[in-house]
């Protein structure tokens, strides 16, 4: 989301801009979000995944797509990839810690 901020637009980036390619052809993209307070984070991870679907990063031999989003649903955003059918199998990871409540 920075990238995009920097850029102009999410519309002003490229698929390369921010996937990276790592070790065993791992597919990486980090997306980010708004200051905290400031905006909608979960537009964020709704705009992020969009984005990547429109860019093609989503091709046909992945194994895996891991999601990693926050636990909250203030704005909906967060559950897209439930919501919208873009996930099998679904784990939730908590933990015991204050900040998880």
């Given at each position: 989301?920075?990238?995009a901020?920097?850029?102009?637009?999410?519309?002003?980036?490229?698929?390369?801009d921010?996937l990276?390619?790592?070790?065993?052809?791992?597919?990486?993209?980090e997306?980010?979000?708004?200051?905290?307070?400031?905006?909608?984070?979960?537009?964020?991870?709704?705009?992020?995944?969009?984005?990547?679907?429109?860019?093609g990063?989503?091709v046909?031999?992945?194994?895996?797509?891991?999601?990693?989003v926050?636990?909250?649903?203030?704005?909906?955003?967060?559950?897209?990839?439930?919501?919208?059918?873009?996930?099998?199998?679904i784990?939730?990871?908590?933990?015991?810690?204050?900040?998880?409540?």
């Amino acid at each position: 989301m920075e990238m995009a901020a920097e850029v102009g637009s999410v519309e002003d980036l490229e698929l390369e801009d921010v996937l990276q390619i790592g070790y065993g052809d791992v597919r990486c993209a980090e997306s980010g979000g708004p200051e905290p307070g400031v905006g909608c984070a979960g537009r964020g991870v709704i705009t992020a995944i969009n984005f990547l679907e429109e860019e093609g990063a989503y091709v046909p031999d992945l194994d895996f797509v891991f999601y990693d989003v926050l636990g909250d649903v203030v704005c909906g955003g967060f559950a897209m990839p439930i919501r919208e059918n873009k996930a099998q199998e679904i784990y939730i990871v908590c933990s015991g810690e204050m900040m998880a409540i």
